[in-house]
């Protein structure tokens, strides 16, 4: 988990979780985007996703398949 950091604007903090996306119009089913997030913005960063229909699940941060990205 060295050197990943938190995806939210302005936060370097290390990030603990990792939320798992993909845009239909954009993406194949199966591609997996990665917005990762520390402890204090995991809950907005995954509203965020929900909202739009996005968000497809969220992982601990060393836990992200391989292959997303």
Not at 5 to 15: D, Y
Not at 17 to 41: F, G, I, S, Y
Request: charged share 25%.
């Amino acid at each position: 988990m060295d050197g990943m950091v938190c995806s939210a604007k302005g936060c370097r903090r290390p990030a603990t979780w990792a939320h798992l996306w993909n845009n239909p119009k954009l993406h194949d089913a199966d591609r997996r985007k990665v917005w990762l997030a520390c402890e204090d913005h995991r809950v907005s960063l995954g509203e965020f996703l929900s909202v739009r229909g996005f968000l497809v699940e969220t992982v601990a941060a060393d836990a992200i398949p391989a292959g997303a990205g």
